[in-house]
């Protein structure tokens, strides 16, 4: 038997993704190695996509073991018809700031096309699936864990959407990089659903993209029946953090290029919501945060509040764009010394607390955008209101021990 040249390429990214046959968690992978959904689907043989016009949601973190996209793997690849490509926000190829897209276009390697799928949902959605004549979506984005991050809310929008259109979802799981062992924060409250949230989740939920969509079709079902499958990691454990998985970090989004800035941001991009810099513009967005004028008073009193696995030290930094563009900011910069001690959403309201006590100047954004962040507006209230970290916390904990409790239905892993 002869192979086409399509035809051995995409039998390299299917040998490169070998090892992951088996049940779930199989000890086929090699040591302290996750192999990813995509993996054990190539080891599979694509078993769920034969026979299907296929279009793939994704972007850069779409890779294979051996480091190539998955796109261009499934077009060289005979046994998959793919027929079209969808873009998130920031776009396929992620060169979009956050809040912006790439638009559509074709793809220059393969020349598939590319739909540009943000702030499209309903039947809007639905229609871009049809036009693309597809009948399966796979979705395959690397989250970062926090409820605000746009791409599960892509995930569900495209599950409702398929539903609407009678097309299938696959989901290729990835892990969540911060780990999995608990959810952290406040729970959405539906009056302040929006694209940064759009059910009753936790700030910090704690799950992987598969098991999110697992619990939206559970709990939050479409108005019409949806063909779901999920094709789940090996060698994942919820207590990972993303180093420890032997995968490369490819970055999500433009201002998250590393594990590390992943790890604060549930906290830290709170500071969306008020007239502070989150750090965009810098090296290290989401690690520091502050504005013109602030001192080192801030991060002294940031560390006599003894917030488990982290330390503040005094920073200063001048971002090149975003807000204060060109001005230098004195603030805080987060340093985790232990990271399965420390809670991000508890850094971040500690920090919101001090910035409120310690600077004159601080305003939330006058569209309260933390309500958004937040999902009601019980921090800005209770923070305006002189509350401390505990009494917030314990604000939100009777709606948290609630979503934990569903949370716990849709685990995949242990």
């Given at each position: 038997?002869?192979?086409?040249?399509?035809g051995?390429?995409?039998?390299?990214?299917?040998?490169?993704?070998?090892?992951?046959?088996?049940?779930?968690?199989?000890?086929?992978?090699?040591?302290?190695r996750?192999?990813?959904?995509?993996?054990?689907?190539?080891?599979d043989?694509?078993?769920?996509?034969?026979?299907?016009?296929?279009?793939?949601?994704?972007?850069?973190?779409?890779?294979?073991?051996?480091?190539?996209?998955?796109?261009d793997?499934?077009?060289?690849?005979?046994?998959?018809?793919?027929?079209?490509?969808?873009?998130?926000?920031?776009?396929?190829?992620?060169t979009?700031?956050?809040?912006?897209?790439?638009?559509?276009?074709?793809?220059?390697a393969?020349?598939?096309?590319?739909?540009?799928?943000?702030?499209?949902?309903?039947?809007?959605?639905?229609?871009v699936?049809?036009?693309?004549?597809?009948?399966?979506?796979?979705?395959?984005?690397?989250?970062?864990?926090?409820?605000?991050?746009?791409?599960?809310?892509?995930?569900?929008?495209?599950?409702?959407?398929?539903?609407?259109?009678?097309?299938?979802?696959v989901?290729?799981?990835?892990?969540?990089?911060?780990?999995?062992?608990?959810?952290?924060?406040?729970?959405l409250?539906?009056?302040?659903?929006?694209?940064?949230?759009?059910?009753?989740?936790?700030?910090?939920?704690?799950?992987t993209?598969?098991?999110?969509?697992?619990?939206?079709?559970?709990?939050?079902?479409?108005?019409?029946?949806?063909?779901?499958?999920?094709?789940?990691?090996?060698?994942?454990?919820?207590?990972?953090?993303?180093?420890?998985?032997?995968?490369?970090?490819?970055?999500?989004?433009?201002?998250?290029?590393?594990?590390?800035?992943?790890?604060?941001?549930?906290?830290?991009?709170?500071?969306?919501?008020?007239?502070?810099?989150?750090?965009?513009?810098?090296?290290?967005p989401?690690?520091?945060?502050?504005?013109?004028?602030?001192?080192?008073?801030?991060?002294?009193?940031?560390n006599?509040?003894?917030?488990?696995?982290?330390?503040?030290?005094?920073?200063?930094?001048?971002?090149?764009?975003?807000?204060?563009?060109?001005?230098v900011?004195?603030?805080v910069?987060?340093?985790?010394h232990?990271?399965?001690?420390?809670?991000?959403?508890?850094?971040g309201?500690?920090l919101?607390?001090?910035a409120?006590?310690?600077?004159?100047?601080?305003?939330w954004?006058?569209?309260?955008?933390?309500?958004?962040?937040?999902?009601?507006?019980?921090?800005?209230?209770?923070?305006?209101?002189?509350a401390?970290v505990?009494?917030?916390?314990?604000?939100?904990?009777?709606?948290?021990?609630?979503f934990?409790?569903?949370?716990?239905?849709?685990?995949?892993?242990?």
């Amino acid at each position: 038997m002869t192979l086409s040249r399509r035809g051995v390429l995409g039998l390299a990214g299917a040998v490169g993704a070998a090892g992951a046959v088996g049940g779930p968690d199989s000890a086929a992978a090699a040591p302290g190695r996750v192999r990813t959904g995509f993996e054990r689907l190539a080891a599979d043989g694509y078993g769920p996509l034969a026979g299907r016009r296929i279009g793939v949601v994704t972007n850069p973190t779409g890779l294979t073991a051996d480091a190539r996209h998955l796109v261009d793997v499934l077009h060289a690849d005979e046994r998959v018809d793919l027929v079209a490509v969808f873009g998130p926000e920031h776009g396929f190829r992620g060169t979009a700031q956050a809040g912006g897209s790439e638009g559509s276009a074709r793809d220059p390697a393969t020349a598939l096309p590319v739909y540009d799928t943000y702030g499209k949902s309903g039947r809007q959605l639905a229609d871009v699936f049809t036009a693309a004549g597809v009948d399966t979506v796979v979705f395959d984005v690397q989250d970062v864990g926090a409820r605000f991050y746009t791409y599960i809310w892509t995930l569900y929008d495209c599950m409702r959407a398929a539903a609407l259109a009678g097309k299938a979802v696959v989901v290729l799981d990835r892990p969540n990089p911060i780990g999995g062992l608990r959810a952290a924060g406040p729970v959405l409250r539906r009056p302040y659903a929006s694209g940064v949230g759009r059910e009753p989740i936790a700030l910090a939920h704690g799950m992987t993209v598969a098991e999110l969509a697992l619990l939206f079709q559970g709990e939050f079902p479409a108005e019409r029946p949806l063909a779901l499958s999920t094709v789940r990691m090996s060698g994942w454990r919820r207590g990972a953090f993303f180093g420890e998985t032997g995968l490369p970090w490819v970055p999500p989004s433009p201002n998250m290029p590393t594990p590390d800035t992943a790890l604060v941001y549930p906290g830290t991009c709170l500071f969306e919501g008020t007239n502070l810099s989150e750090g965009r513009g810098t090296t290290t967005p989401f690690e520091v945060v502050g504005a013109e004028g602030i001192d080192r008073r801030w991060a002294e009193a940031a560390n006599a509040l003894h917030l488990p696995g982290v330390w503040f030290r005094e920073a200063y930094f001048t971002p090149v764009f975003s807000k204060h563009s060109g001005k230098v900011c004195g603030g805080v910069r987060l340093i985790v010394h232990d990271r399965a001690a420390f809670d991000p959403v508890l850094a971040g309201i500690g920090l919101l607390v001090t910035a409120r006590r310690t600077w004159s100047g601080f305003a939330w954004r006058p569209d309260h955008w933390i309500d958004r962040l937040t999902g009601s507006d019980r921090v800005r209230t209770m923070v305006d209101a002189g509350a401390g970290v505990e009494e917030i916390a314990g604000d939100w904990a009777a709606e948290l021990a609630g979503f934990a409790a569903v949370r716990e239905g849709y685990l995949l892993y242990r």
